[in-house]
C-alpha cells in the first residue's frame, strides 16, 4: 500500500510513496452531543519520513510543507487544495480532496541514530467549506 499527497496552490507540492507512512482520515464531530450535529469537520494526519536528496536526486517536498505551515492566516494561500490518493495493487483504494484545507500542525524530529528524519502534518478542511470536501475511491490508477 502507498500513498501520494498532492497540494495545489502558488506552487504544487507532491510527497509519494517514498516518504509517507501513515494517514489518518477522520470525521469530527462534537463529543458531546445527542443528536447528529451540523458542527462537521474533516482532518488528515499524515506521517512519513524526510528523504535526503543523493545523487543528484531532487529533494522531496517536505520541505514545502514546513513552509506552508509558516503561511499566516491573513494570507489566502494558507488555504490550499489537497488531494490525498490511498493506493494498493495498482487501485485507488481511497481519494480525499479537501478544496480549502489548512494546516493546524506541522512537526519534524530528527535524532542522531536514526538516519532521516520523520515529518508529521496535521491539516483540516475549512469548517464552511466541509461539503465540498470529496472521498472516492475503488478504481485504477
Not at 33 to 53: E, F, P, Q
Not at 82 to 87: A, D, H, K, Q, Y
Amino acid at each position: 500500500m502507498g500513498f501520494r499527497l498532492t497540494i495545489e496552490g502558488q506552487e504544487t507540492i507532491e510527497v509519494g510513496m517514498d516518504n509517507i507512512q501513515k494517514v489518518v482520515y477522520d470525521t469530527d464531530t462534537p463529543d458531546d452531543s445527542n443528536a447528529r450535529s451540523t458542527d462537521v469537520g474533516s482532518t488528515l494526519r499524515i506521517s512519513g519520513k524526510i528523504i535526503t536528496a543523493t545523487d543528484g536526486d531532487k529533494a522531496d517536498d517536505t520541505m514545502k510543507l514546513a513552509l506552508w505551515s509558516l503561511v499566516p492566516a491573513e494570507k489566502a494561500d494558507c488555504y490550499r487544495k489537497l488531494t490525498l490518493e490511498v493506493i494498493a495493487a495498482d487501485q485507488v483504494v481511497r481519494k480525499i480532496s479537501f478544496p480549502n484545507a489548512f494546516v493546524v500542525d506541522y512537526n519534524e524530529s530528527f535524532g542522531d541514530t536514526e538516519g532521516v528524519g520523520t515529518f508529521s502534518i496535521f491539516v483540516k478542511q475549512k469548517k464552511d467549506k466541509t461539503e465540498l470536501a470529496k472521498i472516492d475511491g475503488g478504481y485504477a490508477v
